[in-house]
């Protein structure tokens, strides 16, 4: 599997633009196959601890099945649209691919 993990930083940053960043990912990019997990989100506020980066406005997580599902997002219509759409009101956007194992965590011992 492959984590696909991208910051957004907005020029808007209001609550009304992060919603709209939100509803706009959800609509052309969620909906892709070999998706495993789509999960977006604005970054939790009240979490700022010294470790916590907080230079960030809304956090995207993807999981892809394997690369060759992350490789055909790239390119699929819907997501090059959310690129178009989106990308003036992005100051900056950090991006991590990480690759991940096959497996699922094991279950917590009661």
């Known amino acids: 599997m492959l984590g696909h993990y991208v910051f957004f930083s907005l020029h808007d940053a209001t609550p009304t633009a992060i919603?709209?960043?939100?509803?706009?990912?959800?609509?052309?990019?969620?909906?892709?196959?070999?998706?495993?997990?789509?999960?977006?989100?604005?970054?939790?506020?009240?979490?700022?601890?010294?470790?916590?980066?907080?230079?960030f406005d809304v956090g995207l997580q993807i999981v892809f099945s394997d690369r060759t599902a992350h490789d055909r997002y790239q390119e699929v219509p819907?997501?090059?649209?959310?690129?178009?759409?989106?990308?003036?009101?992005?100051?900056?956007?950090?991006?991590?691919d990480v690759d991940l194992p096959d497996h699922h965590l094991p279950s917590s011992k009661a």
């Open 19 to 55: 919603k709209a960043l939100i509803a706009s990912a959800e609509a052309l990019l969620a909906p892709q196959e070999g998706i495993v997990f789509f999960g977006i989100g604005p970054r939790t506020e009240d979490l700022n601890r010294a470790v916590n980066d907080t230079q």
């Open 78 to 96: 819907d997501h090059l649209k959310f690129i178009e759409q989106n990308k003036e009101n992005w100051s900056k956007i950090r991006v991590f």
